[in-house]
């Protein structure tokens, strides 16, 4: 097995250079699977990485030239459609998060209800919402640690009982959507990781997973058939999957309405959580720099509470957030796979073959960033922005994808995660409460190692 390194220059002929298996598993016993990535990522330099792994042998692509050209100059030419995909369709079926008519679909009636504009349609009653749970939150927090990611979740399933069901599921019920989803994620790892096995064939995590659809089905089933009786017109998500029409004219199913519910919540509230997660890591870890973003979450909110309007009036805020998702760009890995044989920067990229690209490595390469280790959020001002576009295109920075599946959630999450930080920040800073260093871990997501616990103090 090698690891083989192809030429990043457009017109030039791919360069070639193998990394023995030797060298893959001593950077893996070195510093674990992160470890190993990073190391390729700055070995590559922007150059397209062949990963040998016997049958498997996906290319890594960081060079934003190349990750356009696969989202999206000839995103024609890249798919879904890895073979690890089949255990995951069970719990999501076949619409948002595929390919094709029933993927185009979904997609059309989804990217309207998480547009700017159709949130705007929450963001009162959102706001309400967190300050609510903020209070409360202040107030457990002000002495006893609290485990961050449980926390954010609650937060963020108050915005998501808005967007998806206009408050028609309790936050309680919510919260047993989120874990029973959250449980069938995880219970088909081994179904991943042998796909060829058919379902028929009893493997670990069956048991779980038939568990929590009996869940995700007894909650979601009956909110679909109370919606079909409700008169039309709702902006919430489930209302508009009724209305919704496939490209051959016919309603939805109730199947179909509810597989997509639990696809957007499987690709929403991992990531969300995991990037709120970093966020309360990164003002612990940089107190000057958190010194700027609550000066001015204080100046524009004073004590709160926090208002749809505050959004835009915070851009330090906003440029601090972009700089978490650069140096934790949780979706690290974007799977494709090449309908045709294709040519990238005169590497040959067979008919089935699968590229996977990597925000977190774009986000870390240094043709790119200057000290890319360093958090600075100064790197997104508008004018370096605009600097950094000209110089190495769009897809320089890419935390939430490209081309025709981009994240659809980007709009809420800026616009939650700002709420959150405006509610709890114009009153309290964090301290995490952990012993030990929290390192990052590379799963589906990048996550903290271990559970972040802090406490919120109030501002003197
Ligand atoms: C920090 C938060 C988030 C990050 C970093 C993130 C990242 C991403 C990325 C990288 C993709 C592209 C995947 C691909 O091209 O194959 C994606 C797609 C997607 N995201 Fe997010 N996401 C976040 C939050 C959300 C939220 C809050 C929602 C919805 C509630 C959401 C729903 C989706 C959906 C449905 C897709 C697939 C779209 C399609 O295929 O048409 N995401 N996300």
Not at 276 to 285: E, F, I, N, P
Request: glycine share 6%; charged share 25%.
């Amino acid at each position: 097995m090698s690891t083989t390194l192809g030429a990043h220059s457009a017109a030039s002929t791919a360069s070639l250079e193998r990394v023995p298996l030797r060298r893959l598993i001593s950077l893996y016993r070195q510093g674990g699977a992160l470890h190993a990535l990073e190391s390729i990522g700055r070995m590559a330099e922007g150059a397209i990485a062949r990963i040998d792994l016997g049958l498997f042998r996906p290319y890594l692509i960081t060079d934003p030239a190349h990750v356009q050209h696969v989202l999206r100059d000839r995103a024609d030419n890249y798919q879904r459609g890895v073979v690890m995909w089949k255990p995951v369709s069970r719990l999501v079926g076949n619409g948002i998060s595929s390919e094709g008519p029933l993927w185009r679909s979904s997609r059309q009636v989804l990217a309207r209800v998480f547009s700017a504009q159709y949130i705007s349609h929450f963001t009162e009653r959102m706001a309400e919402a967190i300050n609510a749970a903020a209070d409360d939150l202040l107030a457990r927090a002000a002495d006893q640690p609290v485990d961050v990611r449980r926390e954010m979740n609650r937060l963020m399933h108050r915005a998501i009982s808005l967007v998806f069901f206009d408050d028609r599921l309790s936050v309680a019920e919510i919260d047993r959507l989120g874990a029973a989803v959250s449980a069938a994620s995880s219970s088909f790892m081994w179904r991943m990781a042998m796909p060829f096995v058919p379902n028929a064939v009893p493997m670990p995590g069956d048991r779980t997973f038939r568990r929590a659809t009996r869940t995700v089905d007894e909650i979601l089933r009956p909110l679909v058939a109370e919606g079909r009786k409700r008169p039309p017109g709702g902006h919430d998500v489930v209302s508009k999957l009724i209305e919704a029409r496939e490209e051959d004219g016919t309603p939805f199913s109730d199947q179909r309405i509810r597989d997509d519910v639990v696809a957007l919540f499987v690709s929403g509230t991992e990531s969300t959580a995991d990037g709120l997660t970093w966020l309360w890591v990164a003002l612990h870890r940089y107190p000057e720099i958190a010194e700027r973003v609550y000066a001015e979450i204080r100046s524009e909110v004073g004590d709160g509470p926090a208002r749809p309007e505050h959004i835009r009036r915070l851009p330090y805020t906003q440029m601090f957030l972009q700089e978490v998702l650069r140096m934790h760009a949780v979706g690290w890995a974007v799977p494709r796979v090449a309908v045709d044989d294709d040519v990238i920067a005169g590497v040959p990229i067979k008919k089935g073959a699968t590229v996977v690209l990597s925000p977190y490595l774009t986000h870390r390469d240094r043709r790119i960033w200057e000290r890319p280790e360093e958090f600075d959020p100064e790197r997104f001002t508008p004018e370096r922005i605009k600097a950094r576009i000209q110089r190495h295109g769009r897809f320089a920075y890419f935390p939430f994808g490209g081309g025709d599946h981009v994240c659809l959630g980007e709009q809420l999450f800026k616009i939650e995660t700002t709420l959150i930080m405006a509610s709890l920040l114009s009153r309290a800073r964090p301290v995490l409460r952990n012993d030990g260093p929290i390192e990052s871990q590379l799963t589906l997501t990048v996550r903290p190692s271990r559970p972040v616990q802090m406490t919120l103090q109030a501002h003197r």
